[in-house]
Structures are given as C-alpha cells and as structure tokens.
C-alpha cells in the first residue's frame, strides 16, 4: 500500500513540479517583456513560449484539483486522499499532520485526519472555485478544442498570484503526505531550476542586462 501512496503522491508532485516550472517561464518573460522586445530578434519565440507556458499552468492546475470518479482514479489531490481513505493508511509523523491541519485552520483531532484533509482541500477549493471555472473554461475551449471563444474568455485567466497559491497548496500537501504517511522527507522544489536558468541564459545570450526575476524587481 505505501508503495502505491508513494507512487501517486509521486505523481502529485510532478504536477506541481511542472506547475512551477511553467510558472517560471511565464514569469520571467512577463517581467522582462520591454528589455526582449527592445532586444528585437527572437521576440516572437519568446512570446509563443510563454503562451505555451500559460496553457501549461492551466492544465497542471486543473489536474492538480480534479475530482475524480470511482472508476477513473486520479493523482490529483482529491485522488490521493481517497486513497489514503480507503485503504486507512495510518499516519507514521502525528506532530506533522497536526502542524499541517492547525496551519489550515482546524483542530487537530487524532483519528479524524482524512475528515480534516478532506475539509481542508474543499475550503480551498470552494474559496476558488470562480478562478477555476475560469480555468477550465479556457482549457476546454481554447488548449482541449481550440474553439473560438470571445476576447472576454481569453482575458480572464487567473492572476500569477492566484496560480502560485495554487502551486503552494499543492506542493504543501504533496510534503504532508510524504513525511506524514510515507516516513521521507519530500523533494525540494526548487532543487532543480535548470529551466529557469536556461531561460535567464538564453536572455543574456540576447544581451539583456539586469535581468530580472520577479514582479517585484
């Protein structure tokens, strides 16, 4: 049973892995948009990779909270607790899961821990259930059919801001389940930025100067 927890939390976390990744390119270009187009040569690539980073995140994230059906299980977030449900994996780390249950806002009450998982995930969720309809709205229409949806559709993708909560919850939960359930210490996020710094590489190829890496640069 742990081997298969340990698959599907595994899987989670590449979701969130590539959600952070794409966030990155997004980012990067996004912030540096002037200094690429003042730059002239290989503007349209570096637009047409951060479009394809946008419908990245889209899908990472849809996938990241998908409700799954009985007969379809998932390793979304939803798929990963109905697993440890059903198969009533008992907690290995009790003082991590309580810390992680107090964080959220609940008490902490020994033997009821899916109950507050479970309630955890639906308060996020109900608290941005508007973003993600916006969300699947875009990834059915525009990356899944490629129909021609109206200008409003298209403009009202979620804030970065509001992506990067979703990628913190589920990289947050990813680490509860592997140091709570599985006995390891989780994989850093941020161990591995080759993407990232291929792209500030490739702005310096450019001679971009004072590259920067935030939106509060």
Known sequence: MLNKLDEKNF?????????????????????????????????????????????????NICKLVEKEKRSYPLNSIPGVIRYLKD???SCINTDQISTYIQKNGLEYIKGEEIVALESIFGQFYFEHVAELKRLKVFRDK???????????NK???????????????????????????????????????????????????????????????
């Open 87 to 89: 198969e009533a994996i």
């Open 155 to 217: 403009t009202v993708l979620s804030s970065y801001a509001v992506m990067e909560r979703f990628l913190r919850f589920g990289y947050e939960f990813y680490s509860m389940v592997q140091e709570t359930y599985i006995g390891s210490g989780p994989i850093i996020l941020e161990a591995n930025d080759k993407v990232l710094n291929g792209l500030i590489y490739l702005l310096e190829l450019k001679g971009i100067k004072d590259i920067k890496r935030d939106f509060k640069d």
């Open 11 to 59: 899987d989670l976390f590449r979701l969130v892995f590539n959600l952070k990744r794409s966030l990155d390119v997004y980012r990067i270009i996004a912030v540096n948009a002037a200094a690429i187009n003042i730059a002239g040569a290989g503007k349209s690539l570096f637009a047409y990779t951060q479009s394809l980073a946008i419908e990245s995140c889209v899908i």
């Open 142 to 152: 525009r990356i899944a059919h490629a129909e021609d949806i109206s200008v409003e």
